[in-house]
């Protein structure tokens, strides 16, 4: 079994930043991608950022340019660096890792259980 345990959210004034990062344990071979969605209320979830195995990145355009994401690899953690924050950044932010949990198994998605962020006006 595989467990992604989120850190990080809270209430944050617009304009602030905060730092997010995604711990993930157990049963683990390697992980592909590894990324941060989020969920506002009465609204889907979308994707903000993800990062793969070798660090590429891809962003949401709404978070281009005030949003960094980054993976350390010898722990199994990817953050997300979030800048010049808006109310519209409110959601509850997910973990995703794409985990292949022993040498002979295939590729499966885990989540992380969400943390909130709050922007203030």
């Known amino acids: 079994q595989v467990q992604l345990v989120e850190s990080g959210g809270g209430l944050v004034q617009a304009g602030g930043s905060l730092r997010l990062s995604c711990a993930a344990s157990g049963s683990i071979f390697s992980i592909n991608d590894m990324g941060w969605y989020r969920q506002a209320p009465g609204k889907q979830r979308e994707l903000v950022a993800t990062i793969t195995s070798s ?67």
């Not at 994401?69 to 509850?92: C, F, H, W």
């Not at 973990?95 to 992380?112: L, Q």
């Open 55 to 121: 660090g590429r990145t891809n962003y949401a355009d709404s978070v281009k340019g005030r949003a960094t994401i980054s993976r350390d690899n010898g722990k199994n953690t990817v953050y997300l660096q979030m800048n010049s924050l808006k109310p519209e950044d409110t959601a509850v932010y997910y973990c995703h890792a794409a985990v292949r949990p022993r040498i002979w198994s295939g590729t499966y998605d885990y989540w992380g259980q969400g943390t909130p962020v709050t922007v203030s006006s």
